[in-house]
């Protein structure tokens, strides 16, 4: 990568040549993928047009590059529909943060992506770029397949459980939830003020490094050392992990070791084991009483058994109950802090690979300790099993982000 | 803090006297969207109406505007009936309702022209309610020039330049995101201590409800009946984490659950469920 950006622009250089290439490919994958709620052919022309009329000093650091968005985060004049029939004419007037300084930078929205219902229930029709008899994961489905059928370079997706982590590496993408408050999330749909994460799915390290250097370049100084320590992290979780996923992290530790890093192993205190879920689930639900309690009074009828279920829980979580789980949540977080130091986590990200459609959307087990625990988390695909994309997943203490990028870079395309 | 309005303040009581609507059409038999309710709201009362939708709140404030004539029953505002829409009943809708060829200030004081009001005095009051909402320096702008939270301040800016004796909110917040909702919520609760406008306010949110409203009142599924008539006794400002602030919403709630379940999707859902 170079310092003046990315170039993933058509051969001739045009973006609007690089929109055709997109729409063509579209049309002919979606029929089957259904990653999308919408793209509009004209608006995204019209756009392509107006880049590439920009003269090139005036040209920003994302030029030309396709993003999809995932219909949880504002989009000016899209319908942004929370993948619930609540919500389905939603339609923003302004772009969401995120949404609005990469499109600043140059970056198209080729579209908008499915997410199940308010990212957390309902599956959508999405299917898996490698085999569309199984699932993409959830919630950010449509991002995720997106970028592994090849179709965008990258897409915003959102993380509250596991719904960023999981579909990347189901379908072989880059995924990235960052530390907890590193990204402006103005104009996104809430679930948990106390656990949301907005984050990318990428094609590739330099792309998802370019944009994540426009969204938190706080955080994106590169760590001192080359490569971190690693810690490779037994799986904690009730899920069961199957073979192959636990295979991929032991040659993902063999490919590290061989780059001089130290290796050593890691086990979860069983205390943050044990409550991890329960801590998580009272902090959401109480959330998503807080922010949806007023559609299930608008739209009952509207809503699947389980949203219900989360806001009528969550409305009789008490304050005390939720103050309680939050200084939960601070303790494991600084507990996590202390143990991994200045080194990097590895693991699976999933308990395996995609699992047919009609066996659910997959475990959340493997990425939920990080969300709750606001850790930064990545995942990178590394191997395949059966065809299917398996993942390495790499959580860095709070604030050290780019020494877990820095582990993704290095595992990446050597799988 | 007394809830009796000052004598020189234009405010009025509502009285509901039997008001039931049904809505007949050519194509299907009559649809009951409101029973006959009795409903007596005294000057200067935040009254909040909650209830699933189709219940008939919306209907009810349709016809305390004048917008449709109830089937049965009389409303009085004061001691005068409805019969018409009135500029003294001022309304604030969910979708502003501005009028896109004017200004912010002329939006305002659109109303006070009606009323006769000259020139410099509709300027003059206009500004003054722009200044109430925080718009006083956007008062030239034009309405697509606003965001929608600052539509809805110029909505609620407008129906108080009048001066009415009543005041009717459908779900004025629903569309807005949480951050301009609390400030509006703030603004509103601020002007109505000011003035003691008799307020009747249609919203989905219970904690909305609880937060704004003297007391607030809980309609059945279709048709409409008031199932809960409860005076919410907490001092301003509320605080929404607070334990009588819960407990109030949580005796809405279980009133409010009870006609939700009738309105559940049969069929009920299907599906995968992830996040």
Sequence with gaps: MTDGGITAIAADGSCLAAVEDFLGRAGRAEPTLRAFTEIRPDRLRADAHALDALPTPKRGPLHGILLAVKEVFDVAGYVCGWGTPIHAGRQPSQDAAMVAKLRAAGALVAGITVSTEYALSLAGPTTNPFDSTRTPGASSQGSAAAVGAGLVPAALGSQTIGSIIRPAAYCGCIGVKLSWGAIDAAGSMPLSDAIDHPGIIAADPDIAAAILKLLAPQLMTPPAVKLPNILVLEPWHEAETAPEALAAVERATRVLAEAGTSIQRMRMPDWIATKEERVLDTILAFGVAKHHGEDYVRSTAHMSDRLRDYVVRGRAVSQAAYDDAINEQDRIRQTLNAEIGDGVAIMPPTTGIAPKLDAGTGSRAPQRLWTLAGLPAMTVPFGRHLGMPLGVQAVARHGQDARALAVIGALYGKG | MSNAPEADLNTKSISIRNIGVTFKSEASDAVEALCPIDLEIPAGEFVALVGPSGCGKSTLLNVLAGFIPPSVGTALVGDDKISKPDIDHGMVFQDYALFPWLNVLDNVAFGLERQGVGRDEREARALENLD?????????????????????????????????????????FGALDALTRRFLQHQLLAIWQRNRKTVVFVTHSVQEAVYLASRAIVMTARPGRIKLDQKIELAHPRDFSAADFRAYEKLIYDQLDEELAKTFNLEGSGGTFRD
């Excluded at chain 2, 030239?140 to 009048?162: C, D, N, P, W, Y």
């Design chain 2, 132 to 172: 109430l909402v925080g718009l006083k320096d956007f008062a030239g702008k034009r309405v697509h020039e606003l965001s929608g939270g600052m539509k809805q301040r110029v909505a609620i800016a407008r129906v108080f330049a009048t001066d009415p004796s009543i005041i009717l909110m459908d779900e004025p």
